[in-house]
């Protein structure tokens, strides 16, 4: 499968979060970009309504509530 780049601005603490994630995953030798397409894939992947929830996860973060 063919890979494509493209950059994402995020809060800090999520920069923090991904960085713990880094290194708490240190034996895989694995980097934030990985980190950031498992994360995404298990998102997309999952059986969830990714729509629905996206949206709400936005207005989530738009309303201050996480």
């Not at 601005?9 to 960085?19: K, Q």
């Not at 498992?38 to 989530?60: H, K, M, P």
């Amino acid at each position: 499968m063919a890979k494509e780049k493209f950059g994402v601005a995020v809060d800090e603490e999520i920069v923090r979060e991904v960085d713990e994630l880094v290194a708490e995953c240190d034996d895989l030798g694995v980097s934030r970009s990985e980190i950031v397409e498992a994360i995404l894939t298990a998102f997309v992947q999952s059986e969830a309504n990714q729509v629905e929830r996206v949206r709400e996860i936005i207005i989530r973060k738009r309303k201050g509530t996480i």
